[in-house]
Antibody
Framework: EVQLVESGGGLVQPGGSLRLSCAAS????????MSWVRQVPGKGLEWVAN????????TYRDSVKGRFSTSRDNAKNTLFLHMASLRGEDTAVYYC??????????????WGQGTLVTVSS | EIVMTQSPATLSVSPGERATLTCRAS??????LAWYQQQSGQAPRLLIY???TRATGVPARFSGSGSGTEFTLTISSLQSEDFAIYYC????????FGLGTKLEI
């Protein structure tokens, strides 16, 4: 069974930093593109970032470029999201998701339970 | 950015009835569309990808159709566990989601 378990969320002040982790199991992690998707509580979903299997390609939504970076440790089956210069509008539940890759891009076929990031003073 | 518009925002139906949810893309996306179900307090679950292919383990009462800019998710006979929020997502050009349709009794 595919499992994705996020951790690392919490309360952080504006301008602060946080690192999220996602532990993967139940599939060959190194075979898959992985993604981060966020959701403001009570609101819709917003794609944040993707990372290729070998880390050589990382893509980000415009609003987080230069502030967020994603990485992975295939030996430890773990995905990371490094968030810096955090803003109030980054407050959301952050989901780790497995990418079902097609020639045009990803849909997300497995999701973690999410971790809440709150940016507030 | 490709904008995904879902309608209606809320759909009130009864168990056993058929539900039809619509998703419209602001520009052509081919068949690069997925549907997700999100129960309260849970993560989204992939139901349909490539506009009409059911994901693993998804019951046959869920079906997707459409291409280009107009898409439909149909639930043929609603079960109690189907009352949730449904999102569409395009992956033709980057990734954007609709705002969701809430299916309620």
């Amino acid at each position: 069974e595919v499992q994705l378990v996020e951790s690392g969320g919490g309360l952080v002040q504006p301008g602060g930093s946080l690192r999220l982790s996602c532990a993967a199991s139940g599939f060959t992690f190194s075979d898959y593109y992985m993604s981060w998707v966020r959701q403001v509580p009570g609101k819709g979903l917003e794609w944040v970032a993707n990372i290729k299997q070998d880390e050589r390609v990382q893509t980000y939504r415009d609003s987080v470029k230069g502030r967020f970076s994603t990485s992975r440790d295939n030996a430890k089956n773990t995905l990371f999201l490094h968030m810096a210069s955090l803003r109030g509008e980054d407050t959301a539940v952050y989901y780790c998701a497995r990418c079902r890759y097609s020639p045009r891009g990803c849909c997300f076929d497995s999701w973690g339970q999410g971790t809440l990031v709150t940016v507030s003073s | 950015e490709i904008v995904m518009t879902q309608s209606p925002a809320t759909l009130s139906v009864s168990p056993g009835e058929r539900a039809t949810l619509t998703c419209r893309a602001s520009q052509y996306i081919g068949s690069n569309l997925a549907w997700y179900q999100q129960q309260s307090g849970q993560a989204p679950r992939l139901l349909i990808y490539d506009a009409s292919t059911r994901a693993t383990g998804v019951p046959a009462r869920f079906s997707g159709s459409g291409s280009g800019t107009e898409f439909t998710l149909t639930i043929s006979s609603l079960q109690s566990e189907d009352f949730a929020i449904y999102y569409c997502q395009q992956y033709e050009w980057w990734y954007t989601f609709g705002l969701g349709t809430k299916l309620e009794i």
